[in-house]
């Protein structure tokens, strides 16, 4: 699928430049029937046109003579654009209309990707995300976090931050550090907290601002990660295979609430591990603090998440019953 992304844009600057094309015929077409003086026109330009090439290589050519052709190909073509305005037509209307003019709609600028080209990418990602529809609300123009309150909270008397100072901390290195060097670091990441905590919105957050710089991020709950894998192990889909292993960052929502079997925990611990050995970085949230791992996992998979993973604690009241209370405060005003 990943290696796919590529032929699959290619084919559709193919599909545009044949509509265009066919576009073009039509309007030939029409000027041809409606006003074949115009198309008179235009043959001469071509005959000219293909003839200016052709006199520079002769050797008894002058340089007046080229001149004389050159100006004799403006005049008419300025005649022509004259005569299609003159019926109300736009003056390139019998020529080929791209979509794209900076690289023709091939995609490409000499080697280089054109900007549409990496538009096509950046779509195709979202698409295969499973994201599309979620990142138009969660982003980090939306990420409050005054939500977070500034005072030390008697529930976690271990923690030497305050709720606010923790997570302008972990906001500051995601900022700061993670996304601008996403192409530079190995770093995977463990967000550990309760319910409501901002886990998951900072994970949208995160996975829009990649999608948006052309990454491919990927988003699966663990419940929808542990089908996936059954299907590629029992099914052999070598496209889900691709994607999963492959995307630039994996993020699996809410680690832990899916089922646990042999089989969940023998597949996750292998997919895991692939990544890890390919360095192909990883998300992963849950509720579940690193103590808890050992009892829900196998040791040799809580040993490669607390080892190979930045591990980043949350910890706050519910913000989605904050968020509520806000809501009702303002309603009332």
Same mark, same amino acid.
């Given at each position: 699928m990943i290696s796919g992304y590529q032929s699959e844009i290619l084919k559709e600057?193919?599909?545009?430049? =044949?509509?265009? @094309? *066919?576009?073009?015929?039509?309007?030939?077409?029409?000027?041809?029937?409606?006003?074949?003086?115009?198309?008179?026109?235009?043959?001469?330009? *071509?005959?000219? =046109?293909?003839?200016?090439?052709?006199?520079?290589?002769?050797?008894?050519?002058?340089?007046?003579?080229?001149?004389?052709?050159?100006?004799?190909? +403006?005049?008419?073509r300025a005649k022509k654009i004259e005569a299609l305005v003159s019926k109300g037509y736009s003056p390139e209307y019998l020529t080929i209309h791209y979509r794209c003019k900076k690289c023709s709609d091939t995609g490409y600028i000499g080697t280089k990707r054109c900007e549409c080209f990496k538009d096509k990418l950046i779509k195709l990602h979202y698409k295969d995300s499973n994201l599309q529809s979620i990142l138009s609300k969660y982003n980090f123009n939306d990420f409050d976090l005054s939500l977070f309150p500034n005072k030390t909270d008697p529930s976690y008397p271990t923690q030497k931050f305050t709720p606010f100072e923790n997570m302008q901390r972990i906001y500051d290195f995601i900022v700061s550090q993670y996304i601008p060097?996403?192409?530079?670091?190995?770093?995977?990441?463990?967000? =550990?907290?309760?319910?409501?905590?901002? *886990?998951? +919105?900072?994970?949208?957050?995160?996975?829009?601002?990649?999608?948006?710089?052309?990454?491919?991020?990927?988003?699966?709950?663990?419940?929808?990660?542990?089908?996936?894998?059954?299907?590629?192990? +029992?099914?052999? @889909?070598? @496209?889900?295979?691709?994607?999963?292993?492959?995307?630039?960052?994996?993020?699996?929502?809410?680690?832990?609430?899916?089922?646990?079997?042999? +089989? =969940?925990?023998?597949?996750?611990?292998?997919?895991?591990?692939?990544?890890?050995?390919?360095g192909k970085k990883m998300l992963i949230s849950t509720n579940l603090v690193a103590d808890d791992l050992d009892d829900r996992y196998d040791r040799r998979t809580s040993s490669r998440l607390i080892g190979n993973f930045k591990f980043m604690r949350f910890y706050t009241y519910d913000l989605r019953i904050e968020k509520k209370r806000r809501l009702n405060m303002r309603n009332r005003k």
């Open positions: 600057y193919e599909e545009i430049r =044949s509509i265009e @094309n *066919k576009n073009l015929k039509e309007r030939i077409k029409e000027i041809k029937d409606k006003h074949p003086e115009i198309m008179e026109i235009d043959d001469e330009i *071509k005959k000219l =046109s293909v003839k200016l090439p052709l006199l520079i290589l002769k050797s008894t050519t002058t340089e007046e003579d080229v001149e004389k052709l050159r100006d004799k190909i +403006f005049d008419l060097n996403f192409n530079r670091t190995d770093v995977n990441l463990l967000f =550990s907290g309760a319910a409501g905590t901002g *886990k998951t +919105f900072l994970s949208y957050c995160i996975a829009k601002e990649l999608l948006d710089r052309g990454y491919l991020v990927v988003y699966k709950t663990a419940d929808e990660l542990i089908r996936i894998l059954a299907d590629i192990r +029992f099914n052999k @889909n070598q @496209n889900l295979d691709d994607l999963i292993t492959n995307c630039d960052l994996l993020i699996i929502d809410d680690l832990g609430s899916e089922q646990i079997t042999e +089989f =969940s925990k023998t597949e996750f611990f292998n997919l895991l591990n692939k990544k890890l050995l390919l």
